[in-house]
């Protein structure tokens, strides 16, 4: 049955709606606004907005409006189409959590008169929530799941030809819009929980938009959120600069106080920054389970830390059976408030089943007993097990501990729940558009989300919401989760908007427009697959690709497998299912293992998702039969009659995930206490990642890495497969690259010639080859020049002065004086260097003169001579000694016993007189005196001072009275000299 059927006649139940409904409704501040929702949705009677005939349409005239170009905004004059003389039917509403926004709401337009001939569409973000909001609707309806109220899913549905309200996921509803975009048989959709953002609600919304504007006016939407930028969206929902109206419920019907103590200050000691976020969660747990009544929700970024704060649990509470409950246990009751109670813990995230799903949000049983209101008055005192869980079995009153994810943040009712512990972590997912990986990422959450938490304590009754951190925190926090299409693989978006007739996504409405160059990057890769053409426009196998309803890479390893046979492409979709619905298989970091739990399971899921392999196996080998070999196919088909593991099939389409193990850098001493250590793994796309010692994959030498968590640098392997590196050099050949090196060995100084084997950045192999001779060799000097600097090349003292020396003379006088500074001489490497290199792979000990005869070959010879009287290398002083200028930054410094320079009256210059000596004036052991460019002015000035220090302390040396006429000296002598 379509899910776009219309309802063949109304229930009894839906005629009584009105009066079943107003006893549940009376006190929920949703009753405030069903007026305004009323007018907001009313549309007209008028003809310009019945749009369509909201009849069903037959699979051609669907197509034909798929394919037909029809959308006046994008293709007519090239005008946006501006709302008509009618309002448009579209609003925002803006309700507090549990003023029944996504139950009562739907149920409400039931009783619309535009509803009557139609179904309305309720989208929510989580499996969890569809599920639980169509209960609770048919319970308000007195009736079962199915009959007016249905839903449906990935994996799951249940509804009927009578279904009038359809809840589902909002992935669902994309591909419904793509496939039938005049949404026959559909008067309304409520997108739920908006405000979680994520990228298939943000492209339906879009979509949703399009379908309006262009073929259904008469289609109402409505956005709904507890927190959400409304202004915002209300503008998206109105073409032409307009904004729809905004709804919003003020108040929330129980208050829910707000309590802040930040990790690290917990009840059982723990005072450290460090503590570990499942202590923390554990502890306050702890607290007020004795503390305060009613159930707990504990809010934690992921499975693992659900885990491991349940196991926490288990050990501090005694009498607890794993997951199940605790038992109350012997002794004296210590806690009033906690005497007589048995806890449940139970766990809630979305790779349980469904079962397990159900189990942590059903209500606990609570047999007779006294009941009182507690709460603990100081959090620091140091509450013993015993204490919270002594219990007299005669009084006992059932409670729930529930561990959950994200999972439980919105569009959800767990009645028992009075206090929420907020750890304000999320996991979420990050696409990195380089390596094309999507890694999961640990963040604070939004404001937005912490009050959609805090408000799970006050659904019932007045609550408490603690959250784990300083409120000064609050400041830093974004306001709104950030949306999930500025950080997601777009390459889904992109296949399914070319098949739509969209190649330009400016052409639709996005709440947030998708990140420019995330769309190059996903078109680009597209494109390289072979799903779209240069122009942009799908192709049959992006078709296919797309037909098979999956991740784009998982659809092409399934095309991939589809060529070798049934049997491959099964255990293909069978991989394909486990990586994309949580908890199939298990949650183990070894996919193999993972299928075969897959593969073993009995539950009703597991067994709807082997059929749905089957389904999805047989359409890729229809699809496959009528394409040539997808271009990143490369398992060979003599492979067809071994049923490939995990991670061959892995591997031929993920190819630059495969890893290897590196070797430990630094192993265990003897005697060393041994800990668990992780390993380190290289991947073929350059990043680093590790796996934990407790993994069965621990010690694998080759993965193919599938899931990760963490820095992009080096990421935790969530989720993995071995493979054989045998296997991965025969099929993947054409990834391997074979090449020949020349490089640089920085401890010889010399040039080392290998041929290498990598598979990405991955070395398989490594081969020392004869050194490098004549133009190889001099290429590779040029390289390594490059690569490493002038320093490695044999500077000696002449070729260092001559390149101080023309740089003196460039940064005086310029043109023609060549510029020989470090990036203007590596610019120049083939005009100074190559000419005067010998072809050897090592400079010869006794050739020091090369890189001289390399500069000088940037002069002319008149330059060369000019060179020579302009910044001569050495001065002659009075003594007729002839002594090495230094030159640097921009002076020449002759550094020279003060004695030499007797008698000299006029200061030395160079540069053709225009730049003065800087000279260093020497003691007889060598120390500066005095620095000047002004002799003259020294033998008249300070002489004195430093001639009267210096005669204690050398009285073997000259310090005459008047040095201009002393003659100069470069000896010590036992009598003073005569006068001159």
Same mark, same amino acid.
Request: aromatic share 6%; charged share 20%.
């Given at each position: 049955?379509?899910?776009?059927?219309?309802?063949?006649?109304?229930t009894k139940a839906t005629e009584n709606l009105p009066k079943r409904q107003t006893e549940a409704i009376e006190d929920l501040p949703i009753k405030q606004v069903l007026a305004g929702i009323d007018a907001a949705l009313s549309g007209s009677d !008028?003809?310009?907005?019945?749009?369509?005939?909201?009849?069903?349409?037959?699979?051609?005239?669907?197509?034909?409006?798929?394919?037909?170009?029809?959308?006046?905004?994008?293709?007519?004059?090239?005008?946006?189409?501006?709302?008509?003389?009618?309002?448009?039917?579209?609003?925002?509403?803006?309700?507090?959590?549990?003023?029944?926004?996504?139950?009562? %709401?739907?149920?409400?337009?039931?009783?619309?008169?535009?509803?009557?001939?139609?179904?309305?569409?309720?989208?929510?973000?989580?499996?969890?929530?569809?599920?639980?909001?169509?209960?609770?609707?048919?319970?308000?309806?007195?009736?079962?799941?199915?009959?007016?109220?249905?839903?449906?899913?990935?994996?799951?549905?249940?509804?009927?030809?009578?279904?009038?309200?359809?809840?589902?996921?909002?992935?669902?509803?994309?591909? +419904?819009?793509?496939?039938?975009?005049?949404?026959?048989?559909?008067?309304?959709? +409520?997108?739920?929980?908006?405000?979680?953002?994520?990228?298939?609600?943000?492209?339906?919304?879009?979509?949703?938009?399009?379908?309006?504007?262009?073929?259904?006016?008469?289609?109402?939407?409505?956005?709904?959120?507890?927190?959400?930028?409304?202004?915002?969206?209300?503008?998206?929902?109105?073409?032409?600069?307009?904004?729809?109206?905004?709804?919003?419920?003020?108040?929330?019907?129980?208050?829910?106080?707000?309590?802040?103590?930040?990790?690290?200050?917990?009840?059982?000691?723990? !005072?450290?920054?460090?503590?570990?976020?499942?202590?923390?969660?554990?502890?306050?747990?702890?607290?007020?389970?004795?503390?305060?009544?009613?159930?707990?929700?504990?809010?934690?970024?992921?499975?693992?830390?659900?885990?491991?704060?349940?196991?926490?649990?288990?050990?501090?509470?005694?009498?607890?059976?794993?997951?199940?409950?605790?038992?109350?246990?012997?002794?004296?009751?210590?806690?009033?408030?906690?005497?007589?109670?048995?806890?449940?813990?139970?766990?809630?995230?979305?790779?349980?089943?469904?079962?397990?799903?159900?189990?942590?949000?059903?209500?606990?049983?609570?047999?007779?007993?006294r009941q009182k209101r507690g709460r603990a008055t100081d959090w620091g005192d140091n509450i013993a097990p015993a204490a919270i869980i002594a219990a007299a079995p005669e009084t006992r009153i059932t409670r729930k501990i529930v561990l959950a994810?994200?999972?439980?943040?919105?569009?959800?009712? #767990?009645?028992?729940?009075?206090?929420?512990?907020?750890?304000?972590?999320?996991?979420?997912?990050?696409?990195?558009?380089?390596?094309?990986?999507?890694?999961?990422?640990?963040?604070?959450?939004?404001?937005?989300?912490?009050?959609?938490?805090?408000?799970?304590?006050?659904?019932?009754?007045?609550?408490?919401?603690?959250?784990?951190?300083?409120?000064?925190?609050?400041?830093?926090?974004?306001?709104?989760?950030?949306?999930?299409?500025?950080?997601?693989?777009?390459?889904?978006?992109?296949?399914?908007?070319?098949?739509?007739?969209?190649?330009?996504?400016?052409?639709?409405?996005?709440?947030?427009?998708?990140?420019?160059?995330?769309?190059?990057?996903?078109?680009?890769?597209?494109?390289?697959?072979?799903?779209?053409?240069?122009?942009?426009?799908?192709?049959?196998?992006?078709?296919?690709?797309?037909?098979?309803?999956?991740?784009?890479?998982?659809?092409?390893?399934?095309?991939?497998?589809?060529?070798?046979?049934?049997?491959?492409?099964?255990?293909?979709?069978?991989?394909?299912?486990?990586?994309?619905?949580?908890?199939?298989?298990?949650?183990?970091?070894?996919?193999?293992?993972?299928?075969?739990?897959?593969?073993?399971?009995?539950?009703?899921?597991?067994?709807?998702?082997?059929?749905?392999?089957?389904?999805?196996?047989?359409?890729?080998?229809?699809?496959?039969?009528?394409?040539?070999?997808?271009?990143?196919?490369?398992?060979?088909?003599?492979?067809?009659?071994?049923?490939?593991?995990?991670?061959?099939?892995?591997?031929?389409?993920?190819?630059?995930?495969?890893?290897?193990?590196?070797?430990?850098?630094?192993?265990?001493?003897?005697?060393?206490?041994?800990?668990?250590?992780?390993?380190?793994?290289?991947?073929?796309?350059?990043?680093?990642?590790?796996?934990?010692?407790?993994?069965?994959?621990?010690?694998?030498?080759?993965?193919?890495?599938?899931?990760?968590?963490?820095?992009?640098?080096?990421?935790?392997?969530?989720?993995?497969?071995?493979?054989?590196?045998?296997?991965?050099?025969?099929?993947?050949?054409?990834? #391997?690259?074979?090449?020949?090196?020349?490089?640089?060995?920085?401890?010889?100084?010399?040039?080392?010639?290998?041929?290498?084997?990598?598979?990405?950045?991955?070395?398989?192999?490594?081969?020392?080859?004869?050194?490098?001779?004549?133009?190889?060799?001099?290429?590779?000097?040029?390289?390594? %020049?490059?690569?490493?600097?002038?320093?490695?090349?044999?500077?000696?003292?002449?070729?260092?002065?001559?390149?101080?020396?023309?740089?003196? +003379?460039?940064?005086?006088?310029?043109?023609?004086?060549?510029?020989?500074?470090?990036?203007?001489?590596?610019?120049?490497?083939?005009?100074?260097?190559?000419?005067?290199?010998?072809?050897?792979?090592?400079?010869?000990?006794?050739?020091?003169?090369?890189?001289?005869?390399?500069?000088?070959?940037?002069?002319?010879?008149?330059?060369?001579?000019?060179?020579?009287?302009?910044?001569?290398?050495?001065?002659?002083?009075?003594?007729?000694?002839?002594?090495?200028?230094?030159?640097?930054?921009?002076?020449?410094?002759?550094?020279?016993?003060?004695?030499?320079?007797?008698?000299?009256?006029?200061?030395?210059?160079?540069?053709?007189?225009?730049?003065?000596?800087?000279?260093?004036?020497?003691?007889?052991?060598?120390?500066?005196?005095?620095?000047?460019?002004?002799?003259?002015?020294?033998?008249?000035?300070?002489?004195?001072?430093?001639?009267?220090?210096?005669?204690?302390?050398?009285?073997?040396?000259?310090?005459?009275?008047?040095?201009?006429?002393?003659?100069?000296?470069?000896?010590?002598?036992?009598?003073?000299?005569?006068?001159?």
């Open positions: 049955m379509s899910e776009t059927d219309l309802p063949k006649r109304q !008028n003809a310009a907005l019945s749009g369509s005939d909201n009849g069903t349409l037959s699979d051609s005239s669907s197509e034909v409006l798929r394919r037909r170009d029809s959308r006046i905004r994008r293709h007519g004059d090239g005008n946006e189409a501006k709302p008509g003389p009618v309002a448009l039917p579209r609003a925002v509403l803006v309700a507090p959590p549990g003023a029944g926004k996504s139950s009562f %709401v739907p149920l409400h337009l039931l009783q619309a008169p535009w509803a009557q001939q139609g179904r309305i569409i309720l989208l929510e973000p989580r499996r969890l929530a569809t599920r639980a909001l169509a209960r609770r609707m048919a319970q308000l309806l007195g009736e079962q799941v199915g009959q007016t109220v249905g839903y449906t899913m990935r994996l799951e549905k249940n509804y009927s030809a009578a279904t009038r309200i359809l809840v589902m996921t909002e992935g669902s509803f994309t591909r +419904l819009i793509l496939d039938n975009p005049e949404l026959p048989g559909i008067c309304a959709v +409520l997108f739920d929980e908006f405000h979680e953002r994520s990228l298939e609600a943000d492209f339906g919304l879009a979509l949703a938009l399009d379908v309006a504007d262009s073929l259904r006016p008469d289609l109402r939407i409505l956005v709904m959120s507890a927190t959400l930028d409304s202004a915002s969206i209300a503008a998206l929902l109105l073409p032409g600069g307009g904004a729809a109206p905004v709804i919003e419920a003020r108040g929330r019907n129980f208050p829910v106080e707000i309590i802040y103590h930040p990790r690290g200050q917990g009840a059982r000691g723990a !005072n450290s920054r460090a503590e570990r976020v499942e202590e923390a969660v554990a502890c306050a747990c702890c607290t007020w389970l004795a503390g305060a009544e009613g159930s707990i929700l504990a809010f934690l970024p992921g499975q693992a830390e659900i885990k491991r704060t349940q196991a926490l649990l288990e050990d501090w509470l005694p009498g607890i059976q794993p997951g199940r409950q605790r038992v109350p246990a012997e002794g004296p009751a210590h806690s009033e408030t906690a005497a007589g109670e048995a806890v449940i813990i139970a766990p809630l995230y979305g790779g349980l089943s469904a079962e397990e799903q159900e189990r942590a949000i059903k209500p606990v049983t609570r047999p007779a007993g994810t994200a999972i439980a943040e919105s569009a959800l009712t #767990i009645e028992d729940v009075r206090i929420v512990i907020d750890s304000g972590l999320a996991r979420l997912p990050v696409f990195d558009p380089v390596s094309g990986m999507t890694r999961l990422q640990t963040q604070r959450v939004s404001l937005a989300s912490a009050a959609q938490r805090a408000g799970r304590a006050g659904r019932v009754q007045a609550g408490l919401a603690v959250r784990l951190w300083h409120e000064e925190q609050n400041k830093a926090l974004p306001a709104f989760t950030p949306p999930e299409i500025l950080a997601a693989d777009l390459r889904n978006l992109l296949l399914d908007c070319a098949d739509f007739g969209i190649i330009n996504l400016r052409d639709l409405r996005f709440a947030s427009p998708p990140p420019a160059a995330a769309c190059r990057q996903a078109r680009q890769n597209l494109q390289d697959l072979g799903a779209l053409d240069k122009t942009g426009q799908i192709t049959p196998l992006g078709r296919a690709l797309r037909q098979l309803n999956l991740p784009v890479n998982h659809a092409h390893m399934l095309l991939s497998a589809a060529q070798l046979g049934r049997r491959q492409a099964e255990r293909a979709a069978a991989l394909a299912l486990v990586l994309t619905e949580a908890g199939l298989g298990g949650a183990g970091s070894d996919l193999d293992n993972r299928l075969e739990n897959f593969a073993r399971d009995k539950s009703a899921r597991a067994t709807k998702a082997r059929n749905l392999a089957k389904n999805l196996a047989e359409k890729a080998c229809r699809l496959a039969a009528l394409l040539p070999l997808p271009p990143m196919s490369v398992i060979k088909r003599g492979d067809s009659k071994n049923l490939m593991s995990a991670g061959e099939i892995l591997a031929a389409t993920w190819w630059e995930r495969v890893a290897r193990r590196q070797k430990d850098e630094n192993p265990r001493k003897i005697g060393e206490r041994h800990r668990a250590k992780p390993a380190e793994y290289l991947m073929a796309n350059g990043r680093g990642a590790f796996i934990d010692e407790t993994s069965p994959l621990f010690g694998q030498p080759w993965l193919v890495c599938l899931e990760l968590s963490g820095s992009l640098a080096k990421a935790r392997i969530r989720a993995a497969a071995a493979v054989s590196e045998l296997w991965l050099r025969q099929h993947l050949a054409d990834k #391997i690259s074979d090449e020949t090196y020349t490089v640089f060995d920085e401890e010889s100084r010399a040039l080392r010639r290998f041929r290498q084997c990598k598979l990405g950045a991955i070395m398989l192999e490594s081969v020392p080859l004869p050194p490098p001779q004549g133009a190889l060799a001099d290429a590779g000097w040029l390289q390594a %020049v490059r690569q490493f600097g002038l320093a490695i090349l044999p500077w000696d003292k002449t070729a260092e002065n001559l390149r101080a020396r023309l740089a003196f +003379l460039h940064g005086h006088f310029g043109a023609p004086w060549p510029d020989v500074g470090d990036q203007a001489l590596l610019g120049r490497l083939e005009d100074w260097l190559l000419p005067h290199l010998r072809g050897q792979a090592q400079f010869a000990a006794g050739d020091s003169s090369v890189l001289s005869r390399a500069l000088s070959g940037l002069l002319t010879y008149d330059l060369r001579k000019q060179a020579e009287k302009l910044a001569p290398s050495h001065f002659t002083v009075p003594t007729g000694s002839n002594i090495a200028l230094c030159y640097r930054q921009g002076a020449a410094v002759l550094s020279v016993r003060v004695q030499e320079l007797f008698g000299l009256r006029q200061h030395p210059a160079v540069a053709g007189g225009k730049v003065p000596l800087t000279l260093e004036l020497l003691s007889p052991a060598g120390r500066v005196l005095q620095i000047t460019a002004d002799i003259a002015g020294f033998w008249a000035g300070s002489w004195q001072d430093v001639a009267a220090s210096q005669r204690g302390r050398y009285p073997k040396h000259f310090w005459p009275q008047n040095p201009e006429t002393a003659a100069p000296t470069g000896k010590a002598k036992s009598s003073k000299p005569k006068s001159s």
